[in-house]
């Protein structure tokens, strides 16, 4: 295992965590928040067991995912469309905060609470299928010809054409239940309906500059759910 990626990647879920627990509670008006600090907690511990599980398994893969979202070989709109997407999680979890805590303008039932603890452990369990099918799931869109880049399309990738954006919808809607915020689940839409452009924008990229696209997407016809899209 490779000593200096896995200092890399405690490194950066530390700094993450501090950030976005660092929204939470600055948006919140106080630190006696215990859902927020669960939350941070069950990212902690999945993050460093699915990043730990890659460093042994994949290193090329946990180097892609740390890699910065913006690079050079990436597509342009897609580094336009990264940067939107993390202003836009940022105001999210600062409009979780104000909501569920600061203004307490709502009221999410405990057990609401647990589904969205366990949606989002669904999700990051999920993720490591997603990795074992696909080394090339990096962050960013691009073409990785130095890595022998292929056509993935065993494991869930062998149903919908998109896994990961599937089974992220489940941290997205499980993080304002589990944190108690029903104006943080009404963005969930939108959210859903922005990685559902990025898939289409992403299949274009595929299709012209991977050899196999094409042809994988006349096998497999759906993006996110089989017989829905």
């Not at 892609?64 to 709109?77: C, D, I, S, V, Y």
């Not at 494991?155 to 993080?175: D, Q």
Request: some cysteine; proline content about 4%.
């Amino acid at each position: 295992m490779d000593k200096l990626l896995v200092k890399r990647l405690f490194t950066q879920t530390f700094i993450w965590l501090v950030f976005q627990g660092a929204l939470l509670f600055i948006s919140a008006g106080t630190l006696a928040w215990t859902a927020a600090w669960l939350w941070l907690l069950e990212f902690a511990v999945t993050s460093g067991w699915i990043g730990l599980w890659l460093a042994r398994t994949d290193p090329g893969l946990l180097a892609e995912r740390l890699a910065p979202f913006a690079q050079r070989t990436q597509a342009g709109w897609d580094r336009v469309f990264m940067m939107a997407v993390s202003v836009g999680w940022c105001a999210w979890l600062c409009l979780i905060g104000i909501d569920a805590v600061r203004h307490h303008w709502s009221f999410v039932p405990f057990w609401l609470n647990v589904c969205g603890a366990v949606a989002i452990f669904l999700c990051i369990y999920a993720m490591r299928a997603v990795f074992a099918a696909n080394r090339y799931a990096a962050p960013v869109v691009k073409i990785q010809s130095e890595r022998g880049h292929a056509v993935s399309d065993s494991g869930p990738y062998a149903y919908v054409r998109h896994p990961m954006y599937a089974f992220a919808i489940l941290l997205l809607a499980g993080t304002p239940l589990m944190l108690g915020s029903w104006w943080g689940l009404a963005c969930v839409p939108f959210m859903v309906a922005a990685i559902g452009w990025r898939a289409v924008r992403e299949e274009r990229v595929l299709a012209a500059e991977l050899q196999g696209y094409r042809a994988y997407m006349e096998r497999v016809k759906y993006r996110f759910v089989p017989g829905v899209w």
